[in-house]
């Protein structure tokens, strides 16, 4: 059963993927973190989720684009 806890957490694991492809850093180890792992793994094999979790690929797309913007807006500020 989903509770809020998983949802909230779950939300995020698109963009924990994408952290962990960009920066190159492995947030969720499998040895460190098991549990964890597993429940990520779990929880994204659920139809429901399947149906409405982003792919870490667009997601990774979408933050490239979006720090261009922000690092844009950063430099015409300065």
Do not use: N
């Amino acid at each position: 059963m989903a509770t809020i806890q998983h949802i909230v957490l779950g939300s995020l694991l698109g963009w924990l993927r994408v952290l962990e492809r960009l920066a190159e850093v492995k947030l969720l180890h499998p040895s460190k973190t098991p549990k964890l792992v597993a429940w990520a793994q779990s929880f994204c094999k659920d139809e429901a989720v399947k149906e409405v979790m982003p792919e870490t690929d667009k997601l990774a797309e979408f933050a490239k684009v979006i720090h261009a913007r922000m690092r844009a807006a950063s430099a015409a500020s300065h």
